[in-house]
């Protein structure tokens, strides 16, 4: 048809210069081969024909030319043509891009109008385009991504790809929010199709492990801002292999890639393994044994406290129910203990003061580091934008941190003046150190687990206690563990630079793990397992307020701690510790209210960690 057009077009050109003007003055539409038979030197009518406006006469889009004679006498100016008439949608987008903004048009980008072809999603033709304007120095085009769009590779980024068609926006402030999202959303928007990675034989690994590092949970929950992403490392435009001497995390360039962010980074410093995997056992052995052995010690702290908690449970509901019966029966009142509530002290005010701390800080530590832990649930967004970002919630969590270090700093001094120093307490280090009123375990623990397993089991009396339980003792053991598990992978992380000067950057892999699943067991167990030891048992419920007044009534001393009551008591020191009974109705509505607050934060933290491994985000 075309062809028959290019024919026909010189007699129909001689027809409408002879009859053109008298049908135009009758007011009839102005065929395209009038127009052509002036502009034929500038527009070629076989290729205006074969575009994609051919079908369309030329007024349809110089829609000012109504009077072809007027026109022809050059009374009529020229307008510049309203591609919005038909391009409604991606006049649009372009309205509101960085385009129109700096000026520039629909004809500065499509300077072929007259023969424009659709381009059939050949990304090639739209990168020419970008490229009039944009990547002088061939940036783009060096790239992994030009090459493989030059390669006639259709999956391969093109600059639409990224910035879109049209609706191409400015990318603003460098620090800001958008800006910052803008560096990761684009990548991802190609790298996490699994299916489109698959077929171009690109791994979905890059995505996964920056969705687990520090980085990806900051974007994922709203703050790109304060971390790196995608293109701060690999670049936005010059993405090329690590193997080329060129590309940005080729490792002789890595030192200046990482200063950009962190200014002294050293060759040790760029170890990090920036997408290792824990679960990639020839890739990242170090990763991956770290991962089983903190694994192992969750799943297996878990296994046995949880087995002892839930057989208490049901030992203590029973022994409960036995109490009241022999309550009714009377019993039980042929065994009152006399001055059943005269109160003993069982701490002093810097153990009061030290507890006040490890809570506060305990639970500082935990509101402000699981949103991080499970950062793809929704309630760890809405935590974070409640702290006004994850660096505010950063900030809340090395405060915390501080406190940390401060009461620990107390347990070692208190530890050392009781070893040591202390004049009271009779025996030498050893003596002390195994004696009953130490917190480190001795052969006495054991014979108090075999005991509580057999109350359990209804296989004998319940066992009563030293000073000490082999149960406080384990929670007393598990902070020294903690600050160094914890503490010391805390620190680690606190400070990149500064331990990246002395250890490799794959410590901070290990490190991560270590800080982030000794995190969870420490709160797993503390909010579980340590609630009901102290609070939830049956003889506690629902809160034991010890550890704020540093009291314990006669009854229960000798009911929990009869082996305490009677050394006391051979050697004529119980007195010693007899105290008023603590009151007051504004000391006992804050303590009591701290502590119940604290309490139902902590239970709180707990039904959220649940949701999160049940919704499969661990």
């Given at each position: 048809?075309?062809?028959?057009?290019?024919?026909?077009?010189?007699l129909?050109?001689?027809?409408?210069?002879?009859?053109?003007?008298?049908?135009?003055?009758?007011?009839?539409?102005?065929?395209?081969?009038?127009?052509?038979?002036?502009?034929s030197?500038?527009?070629?009518?076989h290729?205006?024909?074969?575009?994609?406006?051919?079908?369309?006469?030329?007024?349809?889009?110089?829609?000012?030319?109504?009077?072809?004679?007027?026109?022809?006498?050059?009374?009529?100016?020229v307008?510049?043509?309203?591609?919005?008439?038909?391009?409604?949608?991606?006049?649009?987008?372009?309205?509101?891009?960085?385009?129109?903004?700096?000026?520039?048009?629909?004809?500065?980008?499509?300077?072929?109008?007259?023969?424009?072809?659709?381009?059939?999603?050949?990304?090639?033709?739209?990168?020419?385009?970008?490229?009039?304007?944009?990547?002088k120095?061939?940036?783009?085009?060096?790239?992994?991504?030009?090459?493989?769009?030059?390669?006639g590779?259709?999956?391969?980024?093109a600059?639409?790809?990224?910035?879109?068609?049209?609706?191409?926006?400015?990318?603003?402030?460098?620090?800001?929010?958008?800006?910052?999202?803008?560096?990761?959303?684009?990548?991802?928007k190609c790298?996490?199709d699994?299916?489109?990675?698959a077929?171009?034989?690109?791994?979905?690994?890059?995505?996964?492990?920056?969705?687990?590092?520090?980085?990806?949970?900051?974007?994922?929950?709203?703050?790109?801002?304060?971390?790196?992403?995608?293109?701060?490392c690999?670049?936005?435009?010059?993405?090329?292999?690590?193997?080329?001497?060129?590309?940005?995390?080729?490792?002789?360039?890595?030192?200046k890639?990482?200063?950009?962010?962190?200014?002294?980074?050293?060759?040790?410093?760029?170890?990090?393994?920036?997408?290792?995997?824990?679960?990639?056992?020839?890739?990242?052995?170090?990763?991956?044994?770290?991962?089983?052995?903190?694994?192992?010690?969750?799943v297996g702290t878990?296994?046995?406290?949880?087995?002892?908690?839930?057989?208490?449970?049901?030992?203590?509901?029973v022994e409960?129910?036995?109490?009241a019966a022999?309550?009714?029966s009377g019993?039980?009142?042929?065994?009152?203990?006399?001055?059943?509530?005269?109160?003993?002290?069982?701490?002093?005010?810097?153990?009061?003061?030290?507890?006040?701390?490890v809570i506060?800080?305990?639970?500082?530590?935990?509101?402000?580091?699981?949103?991080?832990?499970?950062?793809?649930?929704?309630?760890?967004?809405?935590?974070?934008?409640?702290?006004?970002?994850?660096?505010?919630?950063?900030?809340?969590?090395?405060?915390?941190?501080?406190?940390?270090?401060?009461?620990f700093?107390?347990?070692?001094?208190?530890?050392i003046?009781?070893?040591?120093?202390?004049?009271?307490?009779?025996?030498?280090?050893?003596?002390?150190l195994?004696?009953?009123?130490?917190?480190?375990?001795?052969?006495?623990?054991?014979?108090?687990?075999?005991?509580?397993?057999?109350?359990?089991?209804?296989?004998?009396?319940?066992?009563?206690?030293?000073?000490?339980?082999?149960?406080?003792?384990?929670?007393?053991?598990?902070?020294?563990?903690?600050?160094f598990?914890?503490?010391?992978?805390?620190?680690?992380?606190?400070?990149?630079?500064?331990?990246?000067?002395?250890?490799?950057?794959?410590?901070?892999?290990?490190?991560?793990?270590?800080?982030?699943?000794?995190?969870?067991l420490?709160?797993?167990?503390?909010?579980?397992?340590?609630?009901?030891?102290?609070?939830?048992?049956?003889e506690?419920?629902?809160?034991?307020?010890?550890?704020?007044n540093?009291?314990?009534?006669?009854?229960?001393?000798?009911?929990?701690?009869?082996?305490q009551?009677?050394?006391y008591?051979?050697?004529?020191?119980?007195?010693?510790?007899?105290?008023?009974?603590?009151?007051?109705?504004?000391?006992?509505?804050?303590?009591?209210?701290?502590?119940?607050?604290?309490?139902?934060?902590?239970?709180?933290?707990?039904?959220?960690?649940?949701?999160?491994?049940?919704?499969g985000?661990?």
């Open positions: 048809m075309q062809f028959v057009l290019c024919r026909m077009l010189p129909l050109m001689l027809f409408v210069a002879w009859a053109g003007p008298a049908m135009a003055e009758q007011g009839m539409a102005i065929d395209p081969a009038t127009c052509l038979g002036c502009h030197e500038k527009i070629s009518v290729d205006f024909a074969a575009s994609v406006h051919g079908k369309n006469a030329c007024t349809s889009c110089h829609v000012d030319i109504t009077d072809l004679t007027k026109h022809m006498k050059r009374e009529i100016k307008q510049k043509v309203q591609c919005e008439r038909c391009h409604k949608k991606q006049n649009s987008e372009h309205f509101a891009s960085i385009h129109a903004e700096k000026g520039v048009t629909c004809a500065q980008c499509h300077t072929d109008i007259h023969t424009h072809k659709y381009w059939k999603n050949d990304k090639r033709i739209a990168v020419a385009k970008c490229i009039q304007c944009h990547d120095e061939a940036v783009y085009q060096k790239s992994v991504h030009g090459k493989g769009v030059a390669a590779n259709m999956d391969s980024a600059c639409f790809d990224c910035h879109n068609l049209h609706d191409i926006k400015a990318l603003g402030d460098p620090k800001s929010h958008s800006n910052r999202e803008f560096h990761t959303k684009v990548c991802m790298h996490s699994e299916k489109l990675m077929k171009n034989k690109v791994t979905t690994v890059a995505v996964k492990s920056y969705m687990e590092s520090y980085h990806g949970k900051n974007y994922r929950l709203g703050f790109p801002e304060k971390v790196a992403g995608c293109a701060d690999h670049t936005a435009h010059s993405v090329l292999p690590k193997d080329d001497p060129q590309s940005s995390v080729n490792p002789a360039n890595l030192v890639s990482c200063a950009k962010c962190h200014e002294r980074a050293t060759g040790l410093f760029t170890q990090f393994y920036a997408h290792g995997e824990h679960n990639d056992r020839e890739k990242y052995p170090i990763l991956f044994y770290t991962f089983i052995a903190m694994t192992g010690l969750l878990f296994a046995v406290f949880w087995v002892h908690t839930l057989l208490w449970m049901f030992r203590g509901f409960n129910r036995e109490k022999k309550l009714w019993e039980y009142c042929q065994h009152i203990v006399p001055d059943a509530h005269k109160q003993y002290r069982r701490f002093n005010r810097v153990h009061i003061f030290m507890h006040i701390l506060t800080s305990f639970l500082g530590l935990s509101l402000t580091g699981l949103p991080l832990k499970f950062s793809t649930q929704p309630w760890a967004v809405a935590m974070m934008k409640m702290y006004g970002g994850s660096a505010n919630a950063g900030m809340v969590h090395r405060y915390c941190a501080g406190i940390t270090f401060v009461y700093g107390m347990a070692l001094f208190m530890s003046n009781f070893l040591f120093i202390r004049k009271d307490i009779p025996g030498n280090f050893l003596q002390r195994f004696g009953p009123d130490s917190l480190c375990p001795n052969l006495r623990d054991i014979t108090d687990v075999i005991n509580m397993v057999k109350w359990f089991l209804f296989k004998g009396p319940k066992p009563t206690f030293e000073r000490w339980t082999y149960w406080e003792k384990f929670d007393f053991i598990a902070v020294f563990w903690g600050m598990a914890i503490g010391g992978s805390g620190l680690m992380l606190w400070f990149p630079e500064l331990f990246g000067m002395i250890l490799p950057g794959w410590a901070f892999n290990v490190a991560t793990i270590i800080h982030s699943d000794e995190a969870l420490a709160t797993g167990f503390i909010f579980s397992v340590h609630f009901f030891n102290t609070h939830g048992r049956p506690k419920f629902p809160m034991d307020f010890v550890i704020f540093g009291q314990i009534g006669k009854e229960e001393m000798l009911e929990e701690r009869g082996d009551w009677k050394r008591e051979a050697a004529g020191i119980t007195e010693k510790f007899a105290c008023k009974h603590t009151s007051g109705v504004a000391y006992d509505f804050l303590v009591k209210g701290f502590g119940f607050i604290a309490l139902f934060t902590g239970l709180g933290l707990l039904l959220l960690m649940i949701m999160a491994f049940i919704g985000s661990h």
